[in-house]
C-alpha cells in the first residue's frame, strides 16, 4: 500500500465508528425536534419508495449506458497504447463507461440542485444565486425550503449508498479504492445525518457544488487517451471549476460561513449536529484538495512525458 492509503484507511477507520455513534444519537435528536415542532417534521411519506426506486432506476440504466460506451470507447482507443484484444484496453474502456454513466447522473442531479436552490435564499452570488451571505439556520428547524428538495436529498441519499456498495464489490481491487471508500463514507454521513436534523439547506449547496465540478470530472475521464485537443481544453475546465468550487469557494464561503452561524447554536440538536457535520466537512476538504494535487501532478507528469518524447525525436534525427 503507498503512505496515501494508510492515511485515507486510517481516516475511514475513524470516521465510520463516528458515524455509527452519530447514527444512534440521531433518534434522540429526532424526537426533540419532532416534539418542539411537529409541524415541521414530517417524515417524506415516499422514502422507502424513492431510496429503493433510485436503486432500481440506477441499475436499469447504468447497464445499457455503460454496455454501449464500453463498446464504443473499446473500438475509439488508440492501438498503441491499448492493443486490441488486450486486459488494459477492456479496463480502460471499462472505466471510460463508468464515467459516462457518472457525467449523466452529475448533469441531472446538478441540474435539479440548481433549480431548486434558485427557489431559495440561501444560494451564494458565487454559485448565481441572490444572497450575499445565506444563513442555514433561519427559524430552524423550520426552515422555508423549496419544493422537492426532500425528494432530492432521499434520491442523493439513495445514490450514494448504491455507490458505496457497487465500488466494495467491483472497484475494491483499484488503486483509489482507499480515498472513494473515505469518500463514501463521509458523504453517507453528512447526507444522512443533516437530512434527519432539518440540516437541509447547508447540505443542498454542498450538493450541488459537488456535483457540478464533478461533471467536468467524468468528461475528462471520458476523453483521456482518445483525443489530445479536447483533452486538453476540458482539462482546464475541470482544474479551473474543481480550484473555484471546492478549493476557493466551498472553505470560504460555505464552510466558514456554516461554522459561524452553526458552532455556537443555541438549539440543542443544531449545535452538536452541525460540529459533526463541520469535522466530517473538513475531511472532505482533504480529499477535494488531495484530488487536485493529482490533477497538477498528472500534468506535470504528462507535459514531461510529452517533452521526453520530443527530445527523442529531435535526438534521433540529430
Known amino acids: 500500500m503507498e503512505i496515501k492509503d494508510y492515511l485515507f484507511y486510517f481516516l475511514a477507520l475513524v470516521a465510520f465508528p463516528i458515524s455509527i455513534y452519530q447514527g444512534v444519537k440521531l433518534r434522540e435528536y429526532v424526537n426533540y425536534i419532532k416534539d418542539e415542532k411537529p409541524d415541521c417534521t414530517h417524515t417524506n411519506p415516499q422514502f422507502l419508495q424513492l431510496f429503493f426506486g433510485t436503486w432500481v432506476v440506477i441499475i436499469n440504466f ?8 464500453k463498446s464504443l470507447f473499446l473500438k475509439v482507443l488508440p492501438q498503441k ?3 486490441i484484444g488486450s486486459s488494459t484496453r477492456d479496463t480502460k474502456a471499462q472505466i471510460i463507461a463508468e464515467r459516462v454513466f457518472r457525467f449523466f447522473v452529475y448533469c441531472g442531479t446538478s441540474l435539479a440542485l440548481f ?5 431559495s435564499n440561501f444560494m451564494h452570488k458565487g454559485l448565481m444565486g441572490s444572497e450575499e451571505n445565506p444563513q442555514y439556520f433561519t427559524n430552524y428547524p423550520c426552515q422555508q425550503l423549496p419544493n422537492f428538495i426532500d425528494d432530492l436529498y432521499v434520491i442523493k441519499l439513495s445514490y ?3 455507490e458505496m456498495v457497487y465500488n466494495c464489490i467491483a ?4 488503486r483509489d479504492f482507499s ?3 473515505l469518500h463514501h463514507i463521509i458523504t453517507i454521513a453528512l447526507v444522512g445525518v443533516s437530512y434527519c436534523t432539518n440540516c437541509l439547506p447547508v447540505g443542498t449547496v454542498i450538493m450541488l457544488i459537488m456535483d457540478g465540478s464533478d461533471i467536468f470530472v467524468a468528461l475528462f475521464k471520458m476523453c483521456v487517451d482518445v483525443n489530445e485537443i479536447v483533452q486538453n481544453v476540458v482539462f482546464g475546465i475541470m482544474a479551473s471549476t474543481w480550484f473555484y468550487s471546492r478549493i476557493y469557494f466551498f472553505p470560504i464561503y460555505v464552510m466558514k460561513p456554516f461554522y459561524d452561524q452553526a458552532w455556537f447554536h443555541e438549539h440543542p440538536v443544531a449545535q452538536p449536529v452541525a460540529r459533526f457535520l463541520i469535522v466530517f466537512l473538513g475531511i472532505l476538504q482533504v480529499l477535494n484538495v488531495f484530488w487536485f494535487y493529482l490533477m497538477i501532478t498528472g500534468l506535470i507528469r504528462r507535459l ?3 517533452k521526453y518524447k520530443k527530445d527523442q525525436i529531435q535526438f534521433k534525427v540529430e
Open 62 to 69: 447504468m447497464i445499457p449506458v455503460q454496455f454501449v460506451a
Open 81 to 83: 497504447k491499448f492493443p
Open 115 to 119: 433549480w431548486n436552490l434558485k427557489q
Open 160 to 162: 450514494h449508498t448504491f
Open 171 to 174: 472497484h475494491r481491487h483499484r
Open 179 to 181: 480515498e472513494f471508500l
Open 304 to 306: 514531461n512525458v510529452k
